[in-house]
């Protein structure tokens, strides 16, 4: 539907679209046609395709009418293909844990949700036992496997995503909900976490049944700068279990098992790898910086990321340049090694405060490695 031929005249890079190129990233193999670009997501889709001249997304000629629902994956898929990366994030609509209101404040960058610590949607088992518990096999399954087949251009695939089983948990029950609960009633802690698991594996299992899928990630925020949000032991009792049965359920789909994750997680990285995840993603420079984390654990896991987001926001365009390839120096396998491997990308994500220069000047220098040519 989109036209491809119209686009390849904004693409930052001119290599081929091939999704393998994350693929072996993802199985720490060695980069050998360009390093893979990687991000969990992205708040500037329509800046930055119209900060290289593009257009939202172009359709080829004699395409049949676009339907409504189609526009955001359209414009994505648009970003994904002209900024060089070479998968897609897809999922299936409706599946969610609905949850009370969130508040919301004026930012420079418009009106921003945020979730109070004390902000529980579930707090006893009545409300458990009342609560409207999604169902997985009821999401427009059929939505997604028409973004895949109709729309994903050629050599791309696509990388499925939902929010985390702590991270949901929490959301219901609220952070101090959740601290108080593991005293007060540590049953109805143990089925949240069977409530959700359960669910968030199942969702899996049928998004990687879909062949247009290579790989999930999921956003299971465990810490912040100094320590785990709860307890170790709490992770090791009632999450872990699920971390384990989500990556084997994946893997027994031939798929692959990305973990975002947060914060200062020194104390459970030895967990986190024995759940068997193929690649960890989150990174911020005053607790692990990417390299050093890839130095200490690159031959177990890949690392995916990495560019701190102070630093991104604060730098020149000519430093983020030199900065992108210090991390490329450092993070980039020796030929014929099997120390982990890596794509680039950001810590997080690219939030809309970071400076577009900023963040194209990252782009263009990652796209250069291995002689990969650029365009614009």
């Known amino acids: 539907m989109l036209d491809l031929q119209a686009l ?30 990687y991000e969990l997501f992205s708040n500037v889709t329509d800046e930055a395709v119209a900060a290289v001249g593009c257009p939202p997304y172009i359709l080829a000629e004699g395409a049949r009418p676009m339907e409504k629902w189609m526009d955001p994956w359209l414009r994505h898929i648009t970003y994904q293909y002209v900024l060089g990366y070479d998968h897609v994030a897809v999922g299936a609509p409706g599946f969610g844990f609905p949850r009370k209101q969130m508040p919301a404040a004026e930012t420079a960058q418009g009106k921003r ?10 707090s006893t088992r009545e409300e458990f036992e009342k609560y ?18 109709e729309l994903t251009p050629p050599g ?11 991270e949901h948990v929490m959301w219901l029950m609220s952070y101090e909900g959740i601290s108080m609960a593991l005293y007060d009633d540590p ?16 969702y899996y299992e049928l998004c990687t049944s879909r062949p247009g899928v290579f790989a999930i990630q999921m956003g299971e925020d465990m810490g912040h700068k100094t320590q785990t949000m709860l307890a170790p032991e709490v992770y090791r009792k009632y999450l872990f279990p699920w971390h384990r049965k989500l990556v084997e359920t994946v893997h027994a789909n031939g798929k692959l ?13 030895d967990d986190i790898l024995d759940c068997g995840w193929d690649a960890k993603h989150s990174f911020e420079d005053t607790i692990t910086s990417v390299w050093e984390f890839k130095r200490r654990y690159g031959d177990r896991i890949a690392v995916l990321g990495g560019f701190d987001i102070d630093k991104f926001c604060r730098m020149t365009p000519e430093q983020v340049r030199q900065h992108t390839r210090m991390m490329i120096d450092r993070c980039t396998p ?6 982990g491997g890596w794509a680039m990308g950001s810590g997080n994500s690219i939030a809309n405060y970071i400076p577009m220069e900023n963040f194209l000047a990252m782009l263009r220098e990652a796209l250069s490695y291995q002689g990969s040519a650029v365009c614009r």
């Not at 791309?156 to 702590?166: F, P, Q």
């Not at 098992?257 to 997680?265: E, K």
């Open 334 to 339: 020796a030929p014929g090694s099997n120390s």
């Open 132 to 149: 409207p518990w999604p169902n997985p096999d009821q999401a427009q399954f059929d939505l997604m496997d028409r973004v895949l087949a």
């Open 156 to 166: 791309m695939s696509a990388i499925t995503a939902c929010a985390g089983i702590l």
């Open 113 to 122: 949700s945020y979730i109070p610590a004390d902000l529980a949607t579930i």
């Open 187 to 202: 049953d109805l802690v143990k089925d949240m976490f069977d409530a959700v698991g359960s669910r968030i594996v199942r």
């Open 257 to 269: 098992a990305i973990l975002h994750s947060c914060g200062h997680l020194d104390e459970i990285m």
């Open 8 to 37: 390849d005249a904004y693409r930052l890079t001119d290599r081929p679209v091939d999704y393998r190129r994350l693929r072996r990233a993802l199985r720490r193999e060695e980069a050998v046609d360009g390093l893979p670009l």
